[in-house]
């Protein structure tokens, strides 16, 4: 940063446009697979390729889809909808023209909810359009030749776009994020942005602090993880306010970011800009959306991550953390609900998802649904806990990774067979407490003379004499009676 520029006299607007890949088996107006990957030109036809006299025909489960997450996202659904043909020419797309809700869109206005550093927001939306994709250039395949895939030309789209609501990379960043939980959670795209079924781009402008109109803004493509997108807003944002405290001009065009140096290149300028003829798809006749077919799409929505993480918090008194973390993806949140219905200890059930199940997952690069042991038996090992037969430290760092081995043993059986289950006998007890005690005289005269704070290393002390078997509780109790009596 230069040192004599005070960034702080400005205010960055940002807008995104997102496409995200629609979870359909075939294409928008095809039956050719709209699966990922596959050998090039392998998920292609007639139709994919716009050869004449072909004709689309709409994907009515890519419809559901689009509504499904414009409900989430409160949006107003239009009831009378078609298709405009948005002309241009481009290798990648065969037809000639791609079609497009553009100048229509399905879904309109709405918001997506989202956290910054602890305050809400409402990010507003402007819609969500339907769209096919286009297919894929290569560049670098060989020397000579750019080569083309249609295997994704076709495949369905939703953009998503908001309304120029937001003024830091860090809020853009929490909104991709919940934005991707919520197209995951709904099965509405895979939201892989390394892939590119989930795509971002970045409009962004400054304006002085106070300003009230809109600034020239820039549009940066090309980010392929949520953090490249927030490193390129940085970079934007830092690269618009350098120019114009050097008395340069902002001007209308698109760029394309650099992760490896985290900066961006002109790819085209606004006088450059298309115009793509926009009008309505004479092969597509217009569609109305009946109450029914609504109905049935809201009925088959389930909980959304936020509804059920306030619920956690409201109905199990889980501090908000640890609802929010169950929630983060809906595998865990499915995971963790059969676990509280097999267990009435919902605070420790909580504890083991963000503690020892979230570990082991974090070292195996695994999701919950990899995870061995099912919440029936994690049920009962927190069980065997409550009822005082182990506790939580032997639990989770002896019986579960015995158990992980041996998914299907009972709990209780594996602390049984390790010789786990713990001493609640005072009789056995008290000797080691004796030799505790004997082991520091010293200790015992400091913490007769006021520093209880001591009964921490004896409880300690006892537990590792006893290899972790003691009570803890009633450890705790016996000791204090021979401290004090
Ligand atoms: P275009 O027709 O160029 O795609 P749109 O009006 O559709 O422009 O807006 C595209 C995105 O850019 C939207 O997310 C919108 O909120 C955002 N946007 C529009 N104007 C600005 C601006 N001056 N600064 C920042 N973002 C903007
Ligand atoms: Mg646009």
């Not at 590119?196 to 106070?210: P, Q, Y």
Request: glycine letters at 6%; proline letters at 6%.
């Amino acid at each position: 940063m230069s040192a004599s520029i005070d960034y702080n006299k400005y205010e960055a607007v940002i807008g995104l446009e997102v496409h995200a890949q629609l979870l359909t088996e075939s294409k928008l107006f095809s039956s050719d697979s709209a699966a990922f990957g596959g050998a090039p030109n392998t998920h292609i036809s007639p139709v994919t390729l716009g050869h004449p006299g072909t004709l689309p025909f709409l994907n009515r489960k890519a419809v559901e889809l689009a509504i499904r997450l414009g409900f989430a996202c409160h949006c107003e659904i239009e009831r009378e909808n078609f298709f405009a043909r948005k002309n241009y020419f481009y290798p990648d797309l065969p037809k000639g023209y791609q079609i497009s809700q553009h100048t229509a869109p399905i879904c309109v206005g709405g918001y997506v909810p989202v956290t910054v550093d602890g305050k809400a927001l409402d990010v507003r939306l402007n819609r969500i359009h339907l769209e096919e994709d286009a297919g894929k250039s290569m560049h670098d395949q060989d020397p000579h030749n750019s080569l083309i895939d249609y295997n994704r030309a076709g495949v369905p789209l939703v953009e998503i776009v908001t309304e120029p609501d937001l003024h830091h990379a860090d809020e853009a960043y929490a909104y991709l994020t919940e934005l991707r939980r919520l197209v995951r959670w709904l099965d509405v795209c895979d939201g892989n942005m390394e892939e590119g079924s989930m795509r971002c781009d970045a409009n962004i402008s400054i304006r002085l602090k106070g300003e009230t109109h809109l600034g020239t803004k820039v549009e940066v493509k090309n980010m392929n993880s949520i953090r490249n997108v927030k490193r390129a807003i940085e970079n934007e944002i830092k690269r618009q306010i350098d120019l114009v405290e050097a008395g340069g001009v902002i001007t209308q065009e698109t760029r394309s970011f650099d992760a490896s140096n985290g900066s961006s290149f002109s790819l085209r300028s606004k006088e450059e800009a298309n115009d793509y003829r926009y009008f309505p798809e004479p092969d597509l006749a217009p569609f109305s959306l009946t109450d029914e077919f609504l109905a049935g799409i809201r009925k088959s929505l389930p909980e959304l991550p936020e509804e059920k993480a306030q619920r956690y918090v409201r109905e199990l008194q889980l501090p908000e953390y640890d609802a929010r973390v169950i929630c983060d993806d809906k595998a865990t949140a499915t995971y963790f609900e059969a676990l509280i219905a097999a267990t009435p200890h919902h605070k420790a059930a909580a504890n083991w998802m963000l503690g020892p199940v979230k570990s082991w997952l974090n070292d195996q690069n695994a999701d919950i649904d990899a995870f061995p042991v099912q919440p029936a038996t994690l049920a009962a090992l927190i069980a065997i806990i409550a009822e005082g037969k182990v506790n939580f430290s032997i639990a989770s760092q002896r019986i579960l990774p015995a158990l992980l081995e041996a998914p299907h043993k009972d709990p209780l059986a594996v602390a049984t067979e390790l010789n786990l289950i713990q001493d609640t006998d005072a009789g056995s007890i008290l000797p080691v407490i004796e030799a505790v005690l004997a082991k520091y005289p010293g200790k015992v005269a400091e913490y007769k003379a006021g520093k209880k704070g001591l009964i921490g290393l004896f409880v300690g002390e006892v537990m590792k004499m006893s290899a972790g078997k003691a009570d803890p509780k009633l450890t705790n109790e016996l000791l204090l009676k021979q401290l004090n009596g």
